[in-house]
């Protein structure tokens, strides 16, 4: 992977160009998971409709604007120097996503997609777009090869580079059920706090939830919570890493006990209350108990 940089700063406006197929649509994905407004394929024409809107502010940034060869056109330098202007006004990146002339082949061939040059044959095609693009190679803030990148590499490097304080953190989703009525089809990972006593063969406790304070006491006590919970701790800390690190959003934690009342609906909120502590964005739901 080549990477170049000249600018350390978060930018108000990246373009994204480079060789067909060689991810634009993919890093366009990743961008938008980090918050920025996305337009793709704007025709260097209408470059100057966005400079208006971005004067007028009817543009929002941080903004990406993904442009293939086509989108460019015949006029490189054109765009090379609108770029250059745009960047005496705000914090420009331009990057070039390139690949081996040998990947591109056998991406178009798995995918059969028509180059944009398809009026030759795929080698001259690819050929073509790599002399075209080259001013514009040279020129870019950030090159980044995908030839060996897998889809999640390529958004974890761009997630190190562009991510900003303000991009969408992991989203963690803990919701209770119960077994009787099925597991949560959305969840990605179910935990089953059945282990535990249950305070449902316990008249005061029957018509209380894992939320009262009585049925939360009565499960801490059960001589088992405690080193189940440090293992779910244990668990959960490398597991949130290695799904921020491969660029996932979102995260449903389903726990579940026989009736979805008091045992699911406590360990549910207990790994809330613990997450919290970490700093992580949590969002909690009891699907038998309408919460």
């Known amino acids: 992977m080549s990477l170049m940089s000249t600018n350390n700063a978060l930018p108000d406006l990246i373009f994204v160009t480079g060789m067909s197929g060689a991810g634009r649509s993919t890093a366009l994905k990743v961008f938008e998971d980090l ?72 991406r178009y061939n798995v995918s059969r997609h028509r180059h944009p040059y398809g009026t030759r044959t795929l080698a001259d095609g690819i050929q073509e777009e790599r002399d075209r693009l080259s001013p514009i190679r040279s020129a870019a803030d950030h090159v980044i090869d995908t030839s060996v990148l897998s889809v999640v590499t390529l958004g974890r490097v761009l997630k190190n580079i562009f991510g900003r304080p303000t991009s969408p953190q992991l989203q963690v989703r803990l919701m209770s059920f119960s077994y009787r009525k099925g597991i949560p089809p959305e969840a990605d990972m179910v935990l089953d706090a ?7 063969y316990e008249e005061h406790l029957q018509p209380l939830t894992g939320r009262d304070d009585p049925v939360v006491k009565f499960l801490k006590h059960d001589k088992s919570w405690d080193s189940v919970f440090t293992s779910i701790k ?58």
Request: negative net charge.
């Open 35 to 106: 918050g920025y407004t996305i337009i793709d394929n704007l025709p260097q024409c209408l470059l100057v409709g966005l400079i208006d809107g971005l004067k007028t502010q009817t543009i929002t940034l941080p903004l990406v604007l993904g442009m293939d060869v086509r989108a460019i056109g015949t006029e490189v330098e054109s765009f090379l120097k609108t770029v250059d202007d745009l960047r005496s006004v705000y914090e420009v990146r331009l990057l070039y996503l390139g690949c081996q002339n040998d990947i591109l082949m056998k």
């Open 194 to 200: 059945r282990f535990l006593e249950n305070p449902h």
């Open 234 to 291: 244990n668990m959960l800390q490398p597991t949130l890493a290695g799904f921020k690190n491969s660029g996932r959003s979102y995260l449903t934690i389903a726990c579940g006990c026989t009736g979805g009342q008091h045992r699911s609906v406590f360990m549910a909120e207990q790994i809330a209350l613990y997450l919290q502590d970490l700093g992580e964005t949590i969002s909690v739901e009891h699907r038998e108990i309408g919460s």
